[in-house]
């Protein structure tokens, strides 16, 4: 495969790769929806983590800006061939499982920690008017996933590059990092608590945390992990949102008495 990928011009690579951001954000986001919206509910299994209605128009919003994204995202995919091509990066054609295993649990710390600071970043006064976009989303869905800014998405989208230069990785460990990278973002803005019986330090809590950050707007700047977060302190407490949620709540109630 990765004699395949080396072999394909500037305009195939770049062809690939809006076929393949488009196709796994469609699939990934659809995919989530269904579970959250009709499979979980009915086998009674988790729970809605934000009661609130999404905002008029946000599903169109979501698909747009998204669209925008995954056009970042695939053409974008010249930078990583144009390294190997230039041979500033180079693939390991003989990697075994076990290294292809942990370079891709490299990659997911890797990816954590290239999102905190990215995202730190978009929550400082220079830059976080492109981060606001993404922002909009309040109530997220997994179609929130890719709703970025084009700023934001290059800023997000590099995260493969560095790695890439400091050591020669197999292509199937490069190509998991959208994959997992994907999964994880759909997972954190389902607005769904999958697992309500673990604490919410857990890994498994990520959708709770990540459901926190939009209602609060600010901390809970991790990816899947909390390490980043606790190491700088910028982790919000478990029920960060409740005068959010609760002021929304006391509305809704004065509304059915009207």
């Known amino acids: 495969m990765a004699h395949v990928f080396l072999s394909l011009s500037a305009w195939q690579v770049m062809a690939v790769g809006l076929l393949f951001f488009g196709g796994i954000y469609l699939l990934f986001g659809a995919a989530t929806w269904l579970l959250t919206h009709r499979i979980l509910p009915a086998l009674g299994v988790g729970a809605v983590l934000d009661p609130r209605p999404l905002a008029p128009g946000q599903l169109r919003r ?13 053409l974008g995919m010249i930078f990583p061939w144009g390294l190997l091509q230039l041979g500033w990066a ?13 370079e891709i649990l490299a990659l997911v710390a890797w990816n954590d920690v290239h999102f905190w600071i990215n995202h730190r970043l978009l929550h400082t006064r220079l830059l976080r008017r492109f981060h606001l976009p993404h922002h909009r989303s309040v109530v997220t869905t997994p179609f929130s996933t890719y709703s970025f800014h084009p700023i934001e998405a290059l800023m997000l989208g590099n995260v493969i590059l560095l790695p890439m230069m400091l050591h020669d990785f197999s292509f199937w460990s490069l190509f998991s990092v959208p994959l997992f990278s ?13 697992f309500p019986r673990v604490s919410y330090a857990h890994w498994f809590a990520a959708s709770r ?11 809970n700047y991790g990816f899947q992990f909390t390490f980043m977060d606790r190491l700088f302190r910028t982790r919000l407490q478990a029920d960060a949102a409740a005068p959010q949620l609760g002021a929304a709540r006391q509305r809704d109630a004065l509304g059915g008495r009207a």
Request: proline share 2%; aromatic share 12%; hydrophobic share 40%.
């Open 62 to 74: 979501e698909l747009a800006q998204s669209g925008i994204s995954v056009l970042i995202f695939g």
């Open 90 to 102: 180079r693939l390991d054609p003989d990697a075994g499982a076990g290294q292809i295993v942990l």
């Open 182 to 194: 994907l999964f994880f973002n759909c997972v954190g803005h389902a607005n769904y608590d999958f």
């Open 209 to 219: 945390r990540h459901h926190l950050h939009h209602a609060c707007y600010r901390g």
